[in-house]
């Protein structure tokens, strides 16, 4: 599980460099977001939740199913649209209830 974040699209905040729990995102020369080492990534998604510019996606491999799928999230309310890319070119919205996902 990885990430892939997206140069042309970082603006450079560095927020999901405050939320790695690994400290595996960095700045390049240009101050956009990179991890160096991508298989160091433990997939727990916070730099995903926390990127206001869809920058950083979620790679959702085939050993869990994803077939090279990307995944991005989206916070508006109290809701969480998680919106899979796949590799066709599809995309499926996930909604999650932020107030209902911790009830059962």
């Known amino acids: 599980m990885s990430i892939v974040i997206d140069k042309n699209i970082c ?3 560095g927020r999901c460099l405050s939320v790695c ?5 960095k700045k390049d020369t ?4 990179f991890i160096k080492y991508p298989k ?5 998604t ?14 959702l491999g085939a050993d869990i199913g994803g077939m090279g799928s990307k995944m991005t999230v989206k916070q508006r309310d109290h809701y969480l649209d998680w919106n899979i890319e796949k590799t ?4 499926e919205t996930i909604v999650i209830d932020k107030k209902e996902s911790n009830k059962y």
């Open 88 to 91: 066709d070119g599809t995309v």
């Open 40 to 44: 160091d990534c433990w997939g727990c």
């Open 30 to 33: 240009e101050n956009k977001a």
């Open 46 to 59: 916070s730099c995903i939740k926390e990127c206001p510019f869809d920058a950083i996606s979620f790679y």
């Open 11 to 13: 603006k450079s905040c």
């Open 21 to 25: 729990p690994g400290s595996l995102i």
